[in-house]
């Protein structure tokens, strides 16, 4: 089955311990997509990257960071998490221009 | 810059109702627009594509429109069902070279049996 599968679903943290997103797709797609979606900003992207070992900041890449060693995976990290960063994070891949995006299921994140 | 609007932001209608869900954005430049569904506490459902060339998509009983000239998308779901209530979300493909969604907040459908 396609899909795009993102690790852990849930997540309770606490300010500044590191923690690593993972996210996943089989459809060997080349772009790769982070969002973030919050009450009343809706989702706003967060880091890209059109294929292996080419990544680039979307809109609020603050506090994050990404990388991209293999085309399927698409990790998205916090090196010192903080409680602004509570929010609900998707993972998107893609074919070229033109074609639909897929999306995770969604990872619930909580700083405390 | 993009801005992406949707109205209205909640819907309640009683089951076999037509609707119509609205989409605004204000800069004609862009690749496509998606209409996705989300389900609470799961992901985006990409519903409908339209590309920047096309006027209209169906899949069953959805039907997307885009006039990009004006800067507006509708959603047209025929004979609502109960299992038509969720989130839907407008998001046009900036036509630049990042390929960024960029998102409406949404339109909160109830469908009452």
């Known amino acids: 089955e396609a899909q795009v599968t993102q690790n852990p679903r849930y997540l309770i943290t606490v300010t500044g311990k590191k923690l690593t997103v993972t996210c996943s797709q089989n459809m060997n797609h080349e772009y790769m997509s982070w969002y973030r979606q919050d009450p009343g900003l809706g989702l706003r992207q967060i880091y890209y990257?059109?294929?292996?070992?080419?990544?680039d900041k979307g809109d609020v890449p603050e506090g994050y960071k990404v990388s991209r060693k293999e085309k399927r995976n698409f990790p998205l990290i916090l090196e010192s998490p903080s409680p602004n960063q509570t929010s609900l994070y998707f993972c998107a891949s893609s074919r070229p221009t033109g074609h639909t995006q897929y999306f995770g299921p969604g990872t619930r994140l909580t700083v405390l | 810059k993009q801005e992406v609007t949707q109205i209205p932001a909640a819907l309640s209608v009683p089951e076999g109702e037509n609707l119509v869900l609205n989409c605004s954005f204000t800069?004609?430049?862009?690749?496509?627009l998606q209409w996705f569904r989300q389900d609470p506490g799961k992901g985006l459902t990409s519903l409908l594509l339209i590309q920047s060339s096309q006027r209209e998509q169906t899949s069953g009983r959805l039907n997307a429109s885009l006039d990009k000239s004006s800067g507006r998308s509708t959603l047209y779901i025929a004979a609502s069902q109960p299992g038509d209530s969720a989130t839907y979300l407008c998001?046009?493909?900036?036509?630049?070279?990042?390929?960024?969604?960029?998102w409406g907040l949404g339109t909160s459908l109830g469908v009452n049996p």
């Open positions: 998001a046009v493909e900036d036509a630049g070279n990042n390929r960024k969604l960029i």
């Open positions: 990257s059109m294929n292996v070992e080419v990544t």
């Open positions: 800069d004609s430049a862009i690749y496509n």
